[in-house]
């Protein structure tokens, strides 16, 4: 390879600062020339806009560009971006956008047409093989899904290497890639992980929040970080504490979502008699997370499988794991493959199972052990930036020298 690489990074992710963490890891490989690319903000769960903060470090270069269309991820894309990319001479880019979309194809027409010399990778978080030209039903999806298809097939024959988070979602997705056009290399890894290091720690907070939530040193917590939506299996979570009898044990459920689900939701909690069992919390800042994730015992998330959605990777499962926390998590999607052999998988929306890992955790004191010291284990060597880092260096090596 050359002495120094000009790396462009292209992603919306990257608005939010924690993620940065892995283009800081990628940094310390010093023949890497590292640019990061963003647009002005991104839209979080509930429509608030969250603005892209200026990187000021020496670790990489950060250029934060206007656009048409931003925090529409299907449809955004860059203003300036050819210009941009003629002043960068990058010998490659990785863009972590999904393939269907607009921004995909603008920058696999500017850096094919303008750069033919520089190799372009995409990141695609997808573990769903859309068939867009046969899934529409209404007008609208009919357009909509046509204009994916014709987007997907433009980018994808043109790719240099394409990226899925797993092996298992390759073996989904091979026929689809080959039937439109892919003749790059196939790369496996995660976009985003874990400050492994921050996570790991402990704080002194703890006793504070204890004593906030009003447990105690020997509450037996159960817990949940994310949003407060049907698909994240809420409801199947206090269902499966329903008649629940064992002493010193807490639930604490912390995220923000529609106020109307919300009160469902807590109507349920009384309906079901567990009104003094569940602690239910506002969302909380980033930085007080891996607090939480040491106060919790066990961590859950048992999302559902919906028609055109299931669980892409789960980040906080790593950072639960992370911090020694093992996860009860369904078998939604990615959920078993980042979890491993770590933790309780149990099937969607089944209560019964549910509840019989709930127990288990609980009882088992020796598996509940050896599950938490592995867990943290394979979230150092399988999920922290720097192993992640690790690996995306590995694949443009792979890249550059073929």
Known sequence: MKSTINLVIISHAYVYEPYRAKVE??????????????????????????????????????????????GKLNFFIFKN???????????????????????????????????????????????????????????YQKIRYRSFHFLEKYTISRLDGMIFQFPEVWNDFDERMHILGFKGIKGTLPQLGVDY??????????KSIRENLGINDNTFVYGYIGRITPEKGIEDMIRAFKGWNIPNTRLCIIGNGDTEYIQSIKTLIHN???????????????????????????SLLLS?????????????????????????????GAIPLVIGD????????????????????????????????????RAQEEFSYEAIAKKTYTFIEQILNK
């Open 81 to 139: 971006l050819k210009s941009t990319l003629q002043a960068l001479n990058p010998d490659i880019i990785l863009l972590e956008e999904e393939y269907w979309t607009q921004i995909a194809a603008q920058v696999t027409y500017i850096t094919k047409k303008f750069f033919p010399q520089t190799k372009l990778l995409l990141l695609s978080q997808e573990n769903i093989c859309h068939i867009w030209e046969q899934e529409a039903t209404s007008l």
């Open 25 to 70: 890891a990628l940094s310390h490989y010093h023949d890497l020339n590292i640019t990061l690319i963003t647009p002005e903000f991104g839209l979080e769960g509930g429509g608030q806009k969250v603005y892209a903060k200026q990187y000021e470090g020496q670790d990489y270069r950060h250029i934060i560009l206007s656009g048409y269309f931003t």
């Open 304 to 332: 559902h499988t919906t028609p055109i959605w299931k669980e892409q990777f789960g980040r906080v499962i790593v950072e639960s794991m992370a911090a020694g926390t093992p996860v009860i998590g369904s078998d939604s």
């Open 342 to 377: 770590t933790g309780y998988i149990v099937a969607e929306q089944n209560i019964p199972y549910i509840q019989k890992a709930l127990i288990e955790a609980f009882e088992n004191t020796q598996k509940y052990q050896k599950l938490s010291h592995k867990a943290q284990k």
């Open 197 to 206: 290091h921050r996570f790991a720690q402990s704080s002194s907070d703890i």
């Open 272 to 298: 079901l008699n567990l009104d003094d069992f569940v602690i239910m919390k506002s969302a909380i800042p980033f930085d007080d997370i891996p607090t939480y994730f040491h106060l919790f015992n066990i």
